[in-house]
């Protein structure tokens, strides 16, 4: 048994469960999953079960307890983390130390608690065809959403996500995240209209009159706006449909570009993926263009 800790929205939570999945397989081990309010108190919360057909079960406190002992105890780590003391850590704490692809994380043994965001494919390439399998939408689209994936499959049709209202409204999270700014959508459309004929643009926002108001283009738009709340997964859903996608600095439209099966696709993704300076370059995958 592996125990693997959730934290974050969505893409943060698929990102974790795509690792783990590829441990527990490397291992012949089950996944189980530590869920938290206090860690998934985010946008919609825990919400793997609700949209897939994963491959885990939740861990019991009696689980995490077998693992961890004390060390299950958050303010038991921060003493040891505060006194240089990560020495005396059980080591089957498995805690992510860099941003970075970390091959020596995969020799994790069974038994081993994870605690990390693990955001580059590399950690699970090698079950490409199945983590695509366990992250098809189990849910029926509404009338809406069907309408718009007919849209998608009928053009060229090209995603575009700007991602504002959280980054740009939380001082604290604009000041780690930062925003893709106006000249990296334009160089963006202006690259990829090169390369694709006749492009349908289909918009995909939590600011959409932020998009209007700033980002003009002389090709067809369709703004996407009606999947809000508990529906706005639907978004990534209809992401992954278009035949190109451009992205925002977010594992949301990361995953909506991943998940998106054609092998003819462009994506264009920011090289400038935080407000601070950190190495992002197992990030992106290599056939990804940067600007």
Not at 12 to 20: D, H
Not at 62 to 81: F, W
Not at 89 to 114: A, C, M
């Amino acid at each position: 048994m592996i125990i693997l800790h959730l934290s974050g929205g969505l893409g943060n939570q698929m990102f974790q469960y795509a690792f783990g999945r590829a441990c527990a397989k490397r291992l012949g081990a089950e996944m189980k999953l530590a869920i938290s309010d206090r860690t998934l108190n985010i946008h919609s919360g825990f919400e793997l079960e609700r949209l897939f057909d994963i491959h885990a079960t939740t861990a019991t406190p009696a689980d995490i307890k077998s693992v961890l002992g004390l060390q299950r105890y958050l303010m038991v780590q921060k003493v040891i983390n505060a006194c240089g003391l990560r020495h005396v850590y059980k080591s089957s704490l498995i805690q992510e130390q860099t941003f970075n692809y970390s091959p020596e994380v995969l020799h994790l043994r069974d038994g081993s608690y994870i605690s990390g965001y693990w955001q580059s494919e590399k950690y699970f390439m090698e079950i490409r065809n199945e983590i695509l399998a366990d992250f098809s939408f189990r849910l029926p689209m509404c009338k809406t959403n069907f309408e718009f994936s007919e849209k998608i499959a009928s053009s060229n049709s090209i995603a575009l996500h700007v991602r504002r209202n959280d980054f740009a409204k939380n001082p604290s999270i604009n000041a780690t995240h930062g925003l893709c700014s106006l000249d990296y959508y334009e160089e963006a459309i202006g690259h990829i209209t090169k390369r694709v004929d006749n492009p349908s643009f289909f918009i995909f926002s939590d600011d959409l009159q932020w998009v209007r108001e700033n980002l003009s283009m002389d090709y067809p738009c369709n703004y996407v706006h009606h999947n809000t709340g508990a529906d706005s997964y639907n978004d990534m859903r209809l992401m992954s449909l278009c035949k190109h996608n451009i992205i925002a600095n977010s594992s949301f439209s990361w995953w909506g570009a991943w998940l998106n099966r054609s092998s003819e696709k462009i994506v264009i993704a920011p090289k400038k993926w935080f407000a601070k300076e950190i190495n992002t370059e197992d990030l992106l995958p290599a056939n990804w263009i940067r600007l």
